[in-house]
């Protein structure tokens, strides 16, 4: 039986990837992911995690210790914030088309300057083409769940890629909340032991990451691209796995009172459970609205968003990032894409919020969704809305 | 004893003031684990920010009796407020948002009547000279397991016992001497009632 403890959401996950067994961790500390990793660095220290625990001396050098890990078939966790995973940034890539299977938590943090410790999603946008799969999460439990399946899927011989699970900082990585902790035998009986199919071996020598001239550049690539997007069968097979061992189920797409919702609102990461209660509100008094939750940004699960909101006359959708001089947020910026030629769609209102750890409060979202109802049936000049901003 | 929030088991907010190295942050999560084990829902998360020795902090909890918590947000409408340095009243408002009817819990060496002239009859009051009794027992001013046990008795919103293993777990040989600060500040709380 699963044990309940309440635990602040970043030892969780020091607890959780103990338990997967982990070889290699190689981190540079960080705000707000600081006590990710602290915890099996301690453990690592005091001998009771049997793993290798490489303190770099930066957040390239975490990243490019955990390919040469992870390129010798050991099952490797790191994590990083903010301007850490910006210095990572080129190494990110190498992780992916390489197919390494790392596993990384983000402490979503907002981007300087002004410098910031305090959460938003810019830092995870910044990264978004670099092949990984991401995932976004809304609470303690979710994150647990989701570094354990994270190994499950990257390790899965049909996927080999890289994957970060975020989580928004602060507002989960220093949450002490109630979370369910896995068994030992819970954890074997769901995550195989890592078997990397080429590892690097002296005995056997292969090259990686060679020269790619232009005859075969491209065809990389595609084959990258295929295979990141042939992904999203391993992860619901994982996630249909998970919910019949832990009876906890995942979706690339949530939906929360949906069903007949005229107006919706989109969320990712922790502010969804804040923005439900926000709908609840709103349901009292009549009002048919409901949330989408977008828990798999990469890959972008398609099928699944257009399906979750053919039926609604208008979508509000909230970015915690921004994409400067352009369309707005990123996620929004998405999601009129993947609609753009579809018959029926919604009308969408963009805001852009929650910068830099700014809380969005219940009556807030309300706001938010009143303000979009509004915008919906007037127009606006603008793109994208800044909510709550002063001018 | 207790407010309405706490009778019927709602959503109860609690918003802890103290300067960094106090110990506000530790309150919070002890009774947030304390919440837990007894098999309440609770939430417990530090002012956001980079730690500073010495500067104010806020710390906050909730706590449920009926489901999981779901509002991420600082809380600014708490129902109990703790204040672990006498000083911050002048320098924080740390009433902010206090509903009608909560709980002000204030370390404090001041008389109730000199605190209950500066705050009204609007909130329940309860004072603890936590420092001396942090000093005296713990010997040091770290007053966290002081005011938990002024707040335990105002307000029960967790039991004194539920708080034992958070306490053995977190101060490890130092338990039993934080456990003795706790109870005696438990017994020595003055209270006043709202209205």
Known sequence: MAKRVGIEVSVAIGEVVTMTNTDVIAAYPITPQTHIVEHPAKLAADGELDAEYIPVESEHSAMSACLGAAAAGARTFTATAGQGLELMHEVLYIASSMQLPVVMAVANRALSAPLSVWGDHSDAMAVRDTGWIQIFTENGQEVVDNILCAFRIAEDRGVLLPVMVNL???????????????????????????????????????????????????????????????????????????????????????????????????????????????????????????????????????????????????????????????????????????????????????????????????????????????????????????????? | MGGTAIDTGELISIRWHGRGGQGAVTSAALVAQAAINEGKFAQAFPSFGPERRGAPVQAFVRISNKEPIRIRAEITEPDIVVVFDPRLLHIAKVTSGLKEGGTLVINTRRPLEDIEAEFGANWQLAIIDATTIARELLGVNIVNTTMIGALVRVTGVVKLESLLEPLKERFGHLAEKNINTMKRAYEETLVKESG
């Open chain 1, 168 to 391: 928004d900082g602060f507002h989960l990585s220093h949450v002490i909340e109630p979370i369910l902790l896995p068994e030992q035998s819970e954890v074997d009986a769901f995550l195989p032991p890592n078997d990397y199919p080429l590892p690097l071996d002296p005995a056997k020598p292969v090259t990686m990451g060679d020269f790619g001239p232009p005859f075969i550049y491209t065809e990389v690539k595609w084959a990258q691209e295929v295979n990141l997007r042939k992904s999203m069968e391993t992860i619901l097979k994982c996630w249909g796995e998970f919910d019949r061992i832990f009876k906890r189920c995942y979706h690339p797409v949530e939906c929360y009172r949906s069903e007949d919702a005229e107006v919706l609102l989109l969320t990712m990461g922790s502010f969804s459970e804040t923005a439900m209660t926000a709908i609840d509100r709103m349901r009292g008094e009549g009002k048919n609205i409901g949330l989408i939750r977008l828990r798999l940004w990469r890959p972008f699960p398609f099928d699944e968003i257009r399906n979750a909101v053919k039926d609604a006359e208008v979508l509000i959708v909230l970015d915690r990032a921004l994409s400067f001089g352009g369309p707005g947020g990123p996620v929004s910026s998405e999601i009129r894409s993947a609609l753009y030629n579809e018959d029926r769609r919604p009308k969408i209102v963009s805001f852009v919020g929650g910068l830099g750890g700014r809380d969005i409060t219940v009556s807030g979202f309300q706001e938010m969704i009143n303000r979009g109802i509004e915008i919906s049936k007037t127009g606006s000049k603008h793109e994208f809305e800044i909510f709550g901003v002063r001018e």
